[in-house]
Structure formats: C-alpha cells, structure tokens
C-alpha cells in the first residue's frame, strides 16, 4: 500500500488557525453566549504531532470539535492544507473534511470483526481492494492474524490499535485524538506509546491529540500547546516549554519546582536567603527589584549536616530517587538528595543555577 503522506513540503502547514473563537450559548434570559476559545492561533506543519494539554475545562476539546466541524466558529478562520474549512461563514462539513477521529473508548463496532472494523470507511474500494487495505493496516499496527476476532476479544491495548487502523485505512489529512491512551493500563501504556509515535512517524501522520498528562505530551508529542482558559498560553517542543516556560502557569503545569524570592543586585546576582546566587536573567527586572527564581527539584541538592539550620519537613519516595520538602529561614524548596534523608534531619542546600528561570 502507498501512503499518500510521505511526499510533503517540510515548512508546509497541514492546519492553520488564526483568530478563532468558539461561544457555548447559554440558558440565561437574555441569552449570553460564554466564550470558551478566545483569538486562538495554531500553526500545525505537515507530518507533525501536536499535543493540546491542559487542565479540565480549558478548552482542549472544544478545539478539537472545532477543528473536526463538530463546533461551529464565531470568528476566525481554518485551513486544511491551504484549504479554507471554516470561517464563521464558509463551513465545510465534517464528513467533508477527511479528517480522522479517534477517541479515548475506542468506539469500535462491537458486532463487526476487527477487518470489518478497519474496513468500514472504505466503501468506495473493491473487495479486494479493502482487503489489501486492511492487512497492511493491521500488520502495521502489528496485529495481523486477528481479523476474525471480536472487539470484546481484544485488550484494551489492541482495540486502540484497531481504532488507529481504521483512522489510517482512508488515508486522513489530520488526524484528531481525544485522550487516546486514558483507558489504556499503566503498564502497556508507555509502549503503546512509542509503538504509535513509531507508526505516525513511518507514515507521515499529521496528528492533533488531547491530553492532561505531561507524560504522555511529552512521549508523544513534537510540540505542545499548553491551554488556560480558552488560550494557548505557550506553543513549542517540549524543551522549549519545560526549560524557557512563558509564564508561571506553563512553568508550574510543566513540572514540579519550588519559587525561591530575591532582589536583583546586578546583572546576574541576585540575594537569597541561601546567599548570593548567579543566574542569567532576563533585562526586563530592574536592579533592587525583587523577584523570583524557579528552581527545579534536581537544581536543589540536598546533603545531611547536622549543624545547618535547614530541616527536612517532607519526604516522598519516587522508586529511582527521594524528593524533599526542606525549611529554609521560612522558605519551603523543593529538593533531592542522593541520599536516603529522614524527616526532621537538618541539611545543607546546594543550587544548581544553569538554566533557572526569574520571574
């Protein structure tokens, strides 16, 4: 089988939004309409894979529906592969958009065999034809010999796999994932993972998926948009979000870490209760104002002395390493230690300042 996606424009955009908003009417008399996407941009280049990722309520699936056609705009504007799709006014069904839909319950036909599940969008094809179909598909997601079975007869895992087989089968533009692995158990998720990262990339799949877990955004995704009341607050790969976050709210999303307050002395000095610290900070805060510096759990080293003031008030086990809460002068860090420490011991804090962020 040939795919059709593998001859693309490396700076070509498969989906391009521009100033969207989407209003939920409401139930008040009169009748206001709630925001819930607000001027929104997204730019997704062809054969990329993009995570939306954030909390509950912030607007990651009401993207999604607008983007399959399921959600109409109140303003701006969709292109599918330079195609106008959506405007407000100009509005192409979602039927008419060969976009693919995959969802967290996998929505399988329960009374149609794996095959007939894979086959089932390929109406136009010969017999024959969706036969040679649906074995490459399910040898690709690498479950061939399993056509004669049931939904009900596979594992979580699997029907996941045949949900992705039937997607792929008819050759989608993009690809829409709604929280795909939620459902999927703790053990089998992470190679499932990497199996369908694999599989995407192999084929050139252009994918949007939804998500909470920064985990799985960052196993999965080439970028990420972390989303916050209807706006992306931040749009990049996940190193750019994670080392150089925007804001406090993709930096405290991103990753665990503690905010040490300080007063800028000069360029790069800055006093703390744990004494002057070195870090390149941004020209924005002025000298003698006062501030903050994130400071990631493995950039705060913990060491067991006890003639230092600091105290351990907080220990949690994470199986390769201990993470510590540690009382400095009233300040709480957040720290690790190579060391096996018990609450209520006193230890130095050391600062690794490379890549730490002020705010």
Not at 270 to 280: A, I, N, P, S
Not at 327 to 354: A, P
């Amino acid at each position: 089988m040939t795919s059709q996606y593998k001859a693309v424009k490396a700076e070509s955009f498969a989906l391009k939004i521009e100033g969207l908003t989407c209003h939920y009417p409401s139930n008040t008399k009169p009748k206001i309409s709630t925001p819930v996407l607000e001027n929104l941009n997204l730019s997704v280049q062809q054969g990329e894979i993009v995570c939306l990722l954030g909390a509950s309520g912030c607007g990651k699936t009401t993207l999604l529906k607008a983007i399959a056609g399921l959600l109409p705009l109140s303003s701006g504007q969709m292109k599918l592969n330079d195609n106008l799709i959506d405007d407000g006014d100009h509005w192409i069904a979602p039927e008419q958009r060969n976009i693919g839909l995959i969802f967290q319950d996998y929505a399988l036909f329960p009374h149609l065999t794996v095959s007939e599940n894979v086959a089932f969008g390929l109406q136009n094809h010969s017999k024959s034809q969706r036969n040679v179909v649906v074995e490459s598909m399910l040898d690709l997601v690498h479950l061939s010999g399993l056509g004669d079975r049931y939904p009900h007869q596979l594992s979580g895992g699997q029907q996941q796999r045949v949900a992705i087989a039937r997607s792929l089968a008819y050759q989608p533009d993009l690809l829409l994932l709604d929280e795909p692995f939620s459902n999927i158990d703790t053990q089998v998720r992470h190679e499932l993972i990497r199996d369908i990262r694999r599989i995407f990339k192999q084929q050139g799949v252009t994918a949007i998926f939804v998500t909470h877990s920064r985990e799985e955004a960052f196993a999965f995704s080439d970028k990420m948009a972390v989303m916050n009341n209807g706006v992306i607050e931040q749009f990049g790969s996940a190193a750019q979000l994670y080392y150089q976050p925007s804001s406090k709210f993709v930096a405290n999303f991103l990753g665990g870490g503690c905010y040490l307050p300080a007063q800028k002395l000069a360029p790069s000095r800055f006093d703390t209760v744990l004494g002057e610290l070195h870090v390149v900070s941004a020209d924005s805060i002025a000298v003698d104002q006062g501030c903050e510096i994130l400071l990631r759990p493995q950039q705060v080293l913990l060491q067991l002395d006890e003639s230092s003031d600091n105290r351990v008030l907080e220990q949690q086990f994470m199986g390769d390493h201990c993470r510590y809460v540690v009382d400095v002068q009233g300040v709480q860090l957040l720290g690790q230690s190579h060391h096996l420490l018990e609450v209520g011991q006193n230890v130095s804090v050391s600062v690794d300042c490379d890549g730490a962020l002020v705010f």
